[in-house]
């Protein structure tokens, strides 16, 4: 008969390996969609107004950026590329249309602006004409909170 030792304790071994490499790609994870979120969006300088509680939606919506530029070529950008007025529109029309086919009207279409602060204002009523003709009735403008 075998009887343990009572002055050997038992030592339970971690295989720390594995638990580190789940960490190192997390890490790499994190830090690779940290860089797609901020290169989603324009560095703009927003409006300084209180605004609304920002509303939690299902699907996320529409982002037209709006620069401060002055001349017409390339002033919004979606994503990662610059359009013109009526490509945006273009852009919106395709959503539009595929809101239609999933079943949805076009008053489910969300929209947010941000628009550059130091640009003028024209650009911005130019998308809305476009938007109020697509039976697009609620946007949102976005702005910064004042300090």
Do not use: C, Y
Request: no cysteine.
């Amino acid at each position: 008969m075998r009887f343990k030792n009572p002055e050997r304790p038992h030592i339970v071994d971690f295989e720390l390996t594995a638990m580190i490499d789940v960490i190192l790609l997390l890490i790499i994870f994190f830090m690779t969609t940290a860089q797609f979120v901020q290169r989603a969006r324009a560095d703009l300088e927003l409006p300084k107004e209180q605004g609304e509680e920002e509303a939690r939606v299902e699907t996320p919506p529409l982002v037209v950026n709006v620069l401060a530029r002055d001349e017409g070529d390339g002033r919004f950008i979606i994503g990662q590329q610059n359009l013109t007025a009526d490509e945006v529109l273009d852009v919106i029309d395709r959503e539009i249309a595929r809101l239609r086919v999933d079943g949805s009207d076009v008053s489910d279409f969300e929209l947010v602006i941000r628009a550059d602060r130091r640009g003028a204002a024209m650009a911005i009523n130019e998308l809305g004409r476009g938007l109020r003709k697509r039976g697009v009735a609620h946007w949102r403008l976005a702005t910064e909170q004042p300090r």
